[in-house]
């Protein structure tokens, strides 16, 4: 094929020979030679560089590392003497930390055993404490059962007219004989009030009523509000006349009891706040012949009705007393008579006694003459000679008899 067959080529306006084409075809293929030739120089010089960067890079490596060497050898000569300076401080301060563990051991040591006998003293106060706390304790805590007993009792109503009740019979049981008293006895229209009295000179007993009604009271109490307070006294009032007026029509009878009868507030308190708070209700309970009455009252009173019981008694006995007081001075005269004839029999005794004394008188004055007599023998012996025995005997009994008469 020759190079006139190959068609030119227009490109545009741009008409490319055959020649011309052929002429680019092979700069084209040289061109990607030129350049692996020149790519492949320029890789040999930058392996030439580089191998000369890295003989320049171990020659400085070697300096660096004698010079390292020529460091190290330096440092380990300081260090040596270092090593050296430090082990002569580490002993002084290894001394120096021994001596101060020491004195620090030995005033831990005092401390402890102060503390330790602080602690024991302090433990010894603290449990006698826990003796006194643990047996206020104990108080507290039977307080507490009784202060819930006592709550229980007067939560409820029919355990709280027991309570009451058991007031009553216990403050009348104490003040009057057996006999004087009755409890839940039953009166001719039936009903039964808590206890009647029984009066002297035959008279109707005493009613004692103690049923007290302290729902109204009790919200009263417990109530802040000034509205419900108002509220609860007015029921209060309402529930004492609705009270008071059944005691009146139950338990005051004509000729069976008598014309007045006690209300029991079992509560002191309560019959003070009564008496200042509603004296209206007190004043009602008058007008129907009922006496609201304390504890201490109904005490007073049981003492006054004993003490009249007491008088009766002894007027009911009076003829007896005088008899036993007659049958006194009859047995008086006769002590009187036997005393007389003993008086008598110590006189006439005394006389004698006085006559036995007179006789001895003269008996012990008639012994102490005897008693001053002096006997002498005929001969008298010269002075400076003791009488023999035998000059007593002798033949003769020519004794001197003297007499020393004194009056």
């Known amino acids: 094929m020759n190079i006139q067959d190959i068609p030119a080529v227009t490109i545009g306006s741009v008409t490319l020979s055959p020649v011309l084409l052929m002429s680019l075809a092979a700069a084209v293929v040289l061109i990607p030679i030129l350049l692996a030739l020149i790519s492949a120089h320029r890789a ?15 020659e400085a490596a070697e300096m660096r590392l ?11 000569g300081r260090l040596a003497t270092m090593a050296e300076v430090f082990g002569s401080r580490q002993a002084e301060l290894n001394q120096s930390i021994s001596q101060r563990l020491d004195g620090m051991t030995h005033r831990l040591g005092t401390t402890i055993t102060e503390q330790t006998k ?13 003796a006194v706390i643990d047996a206020a304790q104990n108080n507290i805590q039977s307080l507490a059962k009784d202060v819930v007993g006592l709550q229980a009792i007067l939560s409820n109503k029919q355990t709280r007219g027991a309570f009451g009740q058991s007031r009553m019979e216990t403050i009348v049981a104490d003040g009057l004989p057996m ?33 007290f009604p302290l729902e109204a009271w009790n919200t009263i109490r417990e109530t802040e509000n000034p509205d419900q307070k108002k509220a609860a006294a007015q029921q209060f009032r309402r529930d004492m006349e609705v009270h008071i007026r059944d005691i009146s029509e139950k338990y005051l009878l004509a000729g069976e009891t008598q014309e007045m009868a006690f209300l029991f507030v079992p509560s002191e308190s309560i019959f003070a706040e009564i008496h200042e708070n509603f004296e209206g ?15 201490s009252l109904l005490m007073l009173s049981i003492q006054v ?7 009766q008694r002894m ?11 007659v049958r006194l001075m009859e047995d008086l005269g006769r002590l009187d008579d036997r005393t007389r004839k003993l008086q008598s029999h110590f006189l006439a ?3 004698d006694v006085e006559q036995i004394i007179t006789s001895s008188d003269k008996i012990a004055k008639r012994g102490a003459k005897i008693e001053a007599m002096e006997f002498q023998t005929a001969g008298a012996l010269p002075p400076g000679e003791e009488p023999q025995a035998q000059a007593v005997e002798s033949r003769s009994g020519l004794l001197k008899l003297r007499v020393v008469d004194e009056d």
């Open 349 to 351: 005794a005394q006389k």
């Open 118 to 130: 602080s602690t024991h003293d302090n433990l010894r106060t603290l449990q006698e404490r826990l």
């Open 281 to 295: 209700i007190v004043q009602k309970a008058h007008r129907q012949r009922v006496v609201i009455v304390s504890p």
């Open 305 to 311: 009705i004993q003490a009249v019981l007491k008088d």
């Open 179 to 211: 006999g004087a008293y009755e409890f839940q006895s039953t009166l001719s229209n039936g009903s039964r009030p808590d206890c009647t009295i029984r009066m002297p000179n035959n008279s109707p007993p005493l009613v004692v009523d103690a049923k």
């Open 315 to 325: 007027r009911e006995q009076a003829h007896l007393i005088q008899g036993e007081v």
């Open 44 to 58: 040999s010089r930058q392996r030439a560089d580089m191998m000369e960067q890295a003989l320049r890079r171990d």
């Open 66 to 76: 004698a010079e390292l060497l020529k460091a190290q050898a330096e440092m380990q």
